[in-house]
């Protein structure tokens, strides 16, 4: 199976961001996470992306798609995963 190239936009203190990092986690998807709090260009490109909103997570996916604050359902469904293995 070809691993998605997957970016997460957050910060440590967001309980979305941790859902979501343990899902894909639980899945066995590798990611990268970039700390919005932490770097000052990824806060930016976030809020490019969301209308000047820091909304987080921003999840960028290697075809240049986005979800914003997906449920782990919206997130298993972009990854074409099984819902009852999700």
């Given at each position: 199976m070809n691993t998605?190239?997957?970016t997460v936009y957050g910060a440590d203190w967001c309980g979305d961001c941790r859902r979501t990092k343990?899902?894909?986690k639980d899945q066995q998807i590798s990611y990268t996470w970039v700390d919005t709090d932490e770097n000052k260009e990824a806060e930016e490109f976030v809020k490019a992306k969301n209308n000047g909103k820091r909304i987080i997570p921003?999840?960028?996916f290697e075809?240049?798609?986005?979800?914003?604050e997906p449920s782990n359902t919206q997130l298993a469904e972009k990854l074409n995963i099984s819902l009852q293995s999700a």
């Open positions: 998605p190239n997957i343990q899902f894909l921003t999840i960028i075809d240049g798609s986005y979800l914003v």
